[in-house]
């Protein structure tokens, strides 16, 4: 399913990129994450550990709908799709935050209690 963490020795990666990470999907789902760098330096390992967290984080939403967006301008037979893409995304995440915390935590009845008075 997952498929991390691939270096092969004297890899050349496109252009500048000293990190490559490629997301695929297939059909049922599965989803294959390949992740290859160009060396073991120390300076790679800190751009790998800043690209692993930022992909979690979520600071790459941004950049990714402006490219959705420009792309539906590009080519109006993309619109429809990507607009579907788009909410669908929108409702997965809206389901996901609300799972995140309940509204009324058990502490919140319990500050003030003495435990051990009977």
């Given at each position: 399913m997952f498929d991390f963490f691939k270096k092969s020795?004297?890899?050349e990666l496109?252009?500048?990129s000293v990190i490559n990470v490629r997301f695929s999907v297939d059909p049922f789902g599965e989803v294959d994450?390949?992740?290859?760098w160009i060396s073991d330096e120390?300076?790679?390992?800190m751009l790998l550990a800043?690209?692993?967290h930022n992909i979690n984080n979520g600071s790459y939403s941004t950049p990714t709908v402006d490219i959705?967006?420009?792309t539906m301008k590009e080519d109006e037979r993309l619109k429809t799709f990507i607009s579907k893409a788009?909410?669908?995304w929108q409702n997965i995440s809206a389901a996901e935050t609300s799972k995140e915390l309940p509204v009324v935590r058990p502490s919140d009845f319990s500050?003030?209690?003495?435990?051990?008075?009977?």
């Open positions: 020795k004297k890899l496109e252009d500048q994450i390949d992740i290859d120390d300076s790679v390992a800043t690209l692993l959705l967006s420009k788009l909410i669908n500050y003030g209690i003495n435990k051990n008075e009977q």
